[in-house]
């Protein structure tokens, strides 16, 4: 576990993305609020995880926390500078510390790119290793590293598996010595069998190389089995934040206990009542608490904005039951 | 013992491809009883969707063909049939549904129109009964405003919205078998959680057998009746009986287990399978797990092992189980 003292590596306070969309012919266009103040921090050699449903934000947050994609409003600092006001040649600079690794193997590659190409790019551009052979070298022990020959260099990426390209995509993301990386549904589209083997990879990397990873997915037993943290998303909010032995154990949020209700589980006939409804269009989301239209115990005041609270054990909360 | 609905025997299906004739699914055999859901499992490659396609006679033309077996629904043969007979049965006595409601449904049509279309070529309906009956099976589906939604184009609704619309598609001629292919992985799991009671109280209404194939083993543990585990186009583990996950035999079952991060708090270690699926072309020579399998001994290399039923309802092919092959 972390230390106390320590400072987190990535301080997000207050992001907010707001997309203009288009509406239909002769429509105004109109506003997509996809990330709605959302804030945490996130500490050195932590696995900060964030689950959520389609269109909750979760990807859109690991974006911007890169800036891929720029904040329409709030802070994301590392190392205590802010990123969003970063330009030019300080954002390039900060950047190669911070990586990405993208859920679909298939489009992350260039499929006329070899390998060796692929990996030694961003040490290219950023001038890390200087000579034709350094780079050979380091593009082997990457490899090597995340499990492939190095023999993998002079090939293509469809000549590779699902689960071995999405290796290869781990291998460029470290390839700059990242201190920090966002893991958007690494394992999602991968067979079961290849899930584990990269589950296992990313966790060995992580210790060898002292990564911090934010990790965003879907699946609750991949988020349980490889984050430290979580913090749960609906319609563009974090709703419930706690550790994951908390979490799990005793959801108080009624839409995590919804989505954990939800996840079928292994050896266990469903249980419950199911969450009826939808997820509302974020263009138009419920006034209040965003989930009061499906909540079973919404009430009068779920139509104004719950408070965002710390309960005593440490989590935070946005609900009205808890107030 | 025939008052199975559907009968699958020897079952082979093979692809004509540029690197010659591959063999997608080998000598499959099972039986599906009525009001019975039978979850298909497996990894990509394994041959659980081809099964599923080449009993609606769907197989990919010209490149697949059942080359051996018999497909046998309430004793009719179904694979020497005609794409003319096959139509009398396809959508009128089994229905499927897919992953991606998007891509079967026809983006320019209402999806109004679109059931109403298979009402008149199977019911004999006119336009306005067939749009009206379209109306009351959305609202069956439980999609809310059906009145309203059967003028509703595909993209002006969601992806769990888009799945009831096939269903009820799937259901307009009150079909006894239902095959459904992966049609819960596109979606959220709160949706999901919706798909699945409603195709369950769906086959209680309706009497209706189902072929659930999926990936996933949560879902398997909530709905299947009866579970057969595929790998490499053949059958690796079958039980017919309560308690598939607590009496897993088959090693390659045993290890895709320890391959899912669990749901209790005291994570074990994830024990992942070596190796790769391999691909059809590669298939090893015996038993088509041999070569990632922890406890593979010289026969497992060698010959194919025979299904076995080990307890009553519970069959597996290993080679672990002949006791001959051990010694």
Redesign the interface.
């Not at chain 1, 209700?261 to 469903?270: F, L, M, N, S």
């Given at each position: 576990m972390t230390a106390s003292y320590k400072e987190p590596l990535i301080q997000v306070r207050g992001l907010e993305k707001v997309f203009r969309i288009k509406g239909g012919m002769l429509e105004k266009k109109q506003n997509l609020r996809a990330v709605r103040g959302v804030s945490f921090d996130i500490m050195p050699q932590e696995t900060f995880g964030l689950v959520g449903?389609?269109g909750c934000g979760k990807s859109t947050t690991g974006r911007l926390i890169l800036q891929l994609l720029r904040p329409t409003g709030g802070e994301v600092l590392m190392e205590g500078k802010n990123l969003a006001s970063m330009k030019g040649r300080a954002l390039k600079e900060q950047r190669a510390k911070m990586q990405m690794v993208f859920q679909d193997p298939y489009a992350s590659f260039d499929p006329r790119q070899n390998i060796y190409s692929a990996v030694s790019e961003p040490m290219v551009i950023y001038g890390l290793a200087k000579t034709k052979r350094e780079r050979r070298e380091k593009v082997a022990q990457l490899l090597a590293d995340v499990g492939l020959n190095p023999d993998a260099m002079e090939k293509c990426p469809h000549e590779f598996?699902g689960?071995?390209r999405q290796r290869i995509g781990i291998a460029r993301a470290l390839a700059l010595h990242p201190q920090f990386m966002v893991l958007d549904e690494p394992v999602s589209a991968l067979?079961?069998?290849?899930?584990?083997?990269v589950?296992?990879l990313l966790l060995e990397m992580k210790s060898q190389y002292g990564l911090t990873y934010l990790f965003i997915s879907?699946d609750?037993?991949?988020i349980?089995?490889?984050c430290d943290r979580v913090a749960v998303m609906y319609l563009g909010e974090i709703i419930e934040m706690a550790d994951k032995?908390t979490l799990?154990?005793q959801p108080l949020h009624p839409y995590s206990q919804?989505?954990l209700?939800?996840?079928?589980?292994?050896?266990?006939?469903?249980t419950g009542e199911?969450?009826?409804g939808?997820?509302p269009s974020p263009i138009r989301p419920p006034k209040g608490c965003a989930f009061h239209p499906r909540c079973p115990h919404a009430r009068e005041c779920c139509k104004q904005v719950p408070p965002v609270q710390k309960l005593p054990d440490g989590r935070l909360i946005a609900c009205w039951l808890y107030a | 013992m025939n008052d199975a609905l559907l009968n699958v025997k020897d079952l082979t299906i093979t692809f004509q491809t540029e690197r010659g004739e591959l063999t997608a699914v080998d000598h499959l055999s099972f039986d599906l009883g009525r009001k019975e859901t039978l979850c298909i499992v497996g990894?990509?490659g394994s041959g659980k969707s081809v099964t599923a396609l080449s009993i609606m006679g769907l197989l990919p033309q010209p490149a697949g063909r059942v080359t051996n077996g018999s497909i046998r629904f309430q004793g009719q043969e179904l694979t020497g049939l005609t794409n003319k007979q096959m139509q009398g049965i396809r959508g009128n006595r089994i229905s499927m549904i897919f992953q991606e409601p998007m891509t079967s449904l026809n983006p320019v049509y209402t999806v109004g129109y679109q059931i109403s279309e298979v009402l008149k070529k199977h019911k004999g309906m006119n336009t306005k009964e067939a749009m009206r009956y379209a109306a009351e099976l959305l609202e069956r589906v439980g999609i809310p405003e059906p009145g309203k939604r059967v003028h509703s184009f595909p993209h002006e609704l969601?992806?769990?919205?888009r799945q009831r619309v096939m269903i009820a598609m799937a259901l307009s001629c009150d079909p006894d078998i239902l095959i459904a292919d992966e049609p819960t992985t596109a979606l959220?799991?709160?949706?999901?959680?919706?798909i699945?009671?409603l195709m369950e109280t769906l086959k209680q209404d309706l009497d209706m057998s189902i072929i659930f194939i999926t990936?996933?083993?949560?879902?398997?543990?909530?709905i299947s009746d009866r579970t057969i585990v595929m790998y490499g186009g053949m059958k690796m583990e079958e039980r017919y009986a309560d308690g598939f996950?607590?009496h897993v035999q088959h090693p390659y079952t045993v290890?895709?287990?320890?391959?899912?991060?669990?749901?209790s708090?005291s994570?074990g270690?994830?024990?992942?399978?070596p190796g790769?699926?391999p691909s059809l072309a590669n298939m090893p020579g015996g038993c088509r797990f041999s070569n990632r399998c922890r406890r593979a001994m010289s026969a497992c290399h060698e010959t194919i092992p025979e299904l076995r039923e080990i307890e009553p309802g519970h069959w597996i092919a290993c080679h672990l189980e002949d006791k001959e092959a051990v010694l």
């Open positions: 449903e389609s598996s689960g071995q067979d079961v069998s290849i899930q584990a083997q589950i296992n879907h609750l037993s991949v349980k089995y490889i032995e799990f154990a919804a989505l209700a939800a996840a079928p589980k292994i050896g266990e006939q469903r199911v969450l009826t939808e997820v | 990894e990509s969601s992806g769990g919205l959220d799991v709160t949706i999901q959680a919706q699945l009671r990936h996933d083993l949560g879902v398997v543990s909530q996950f607590d290890d895709l287990l320890g391959c899912i991060p669990t749901s708090l994570d270690k994830l024990m992942p399978i790769m699926i």
